[in-house]
């Protein structure tokens, strides 16, 4: 994107951009007192950048002034300096301004971005905030109902095994298989005329697989009774 030469007005217009539109300060957490900003060019011309503060004596900024080439970002360090805990600073908000000027024309302001500084007084406890206020419980509810459900569908599968008829049913299945299992298995041509046992009573290889796979899945459920 580049900068027209006839804009000379609705310069200031063009949107700049910062990783963050707030900075949070927590006096009881030292990590906090130092924060990355990084400013963006999303323009193919070299821009340069001026970071003022309402405050300056509670905050310093690492690089106050600089350039950012074309389509690219810095970053520069804002740091809380008045790390008291006194009321005066406490809960207060204070404002930084990032101003943007086109490098050929150093005094042409072409664009600028807010950035709000909040000093708290202490870091809230960690929550999930992707939920909304109150929604915490019922989410906590939600989610005890369904382990009750899920507990309640294995009881009622158990209690479906253990009922005498299906238990009747899965032995006699458990016999048949172990039948099959136990048959001469159909033999070759050549030894076809020396069978002792009917030819329905040999049974295929894959006949014999299939056998042995359903009692296996009986045994299992078996064990788990």
């Known amino acids: 994107m580049s900068l027209p030469t006839h804009l000379t007005s ?36 070299v821009v340069r950048y001026k970071v003022l503060c309402t405050a300056s004596r509670k905050y310093s900024v690492a690089e106050p002034q ?20 006194s009321s005066t600073n406490q809960n207060i908000v204070h404002k930084i301004r990032i101003q943007f000027f086109d490098r050929r ?31 915490g419980s019922a989410s906590q509810h939600n989610r005890m109902n369904t382990t009750v459900t899920t507990t309640n569908s294995t009881f009622t599968a158990q209690q479906e095994t253990r009922d005498p008829l299906v238990v009747f049913v899965l032995t006699v299945l458990g ?36 056998a042995s796979y359903i009692l296996g899945l009986l045994t299992v459920v078996f064990i788990r009774r």
Not at 181 to 187: D, E, F, G, S
């Open 175 to 210: 016999a048949i298989c172990a039948l099959i299992l136990v048959a001469p298995t159909i033999p070759d041509d050549s030894t076809t005329s020396n069978m002792r046992l009917p030819s329905y009573l040999h049974m295929t290889t894959n006949s014999k697989v299939i």
């Open 66 to 85: 600089g350039e950012i080439r074309a389509q690219h970002s810095v970053d520069t360090i804002v740091r809380l300096l008045d790390t008291s805990a």
């Open 105 to 135: 024309k150093s005094q042409d302001l072409i664009g600028k971005r807010d950035v709000t500084c909040s000093v708290l007084s202490y870091k809230p406890l960690e929550q999930n905030f992707d939920e909304e206020p109150g929604l």
């Open 10 to 45: 609705n310069v200031s217009q063009l949107p700049f951009f910062c990783s963050s539109n707030s900075l949070l300060f927590y006096l009881d957490d030292p990590s906090t007192y130092s924060q990355v900003l990084t400013l963006y060019n999303p323009y193919d011309f």
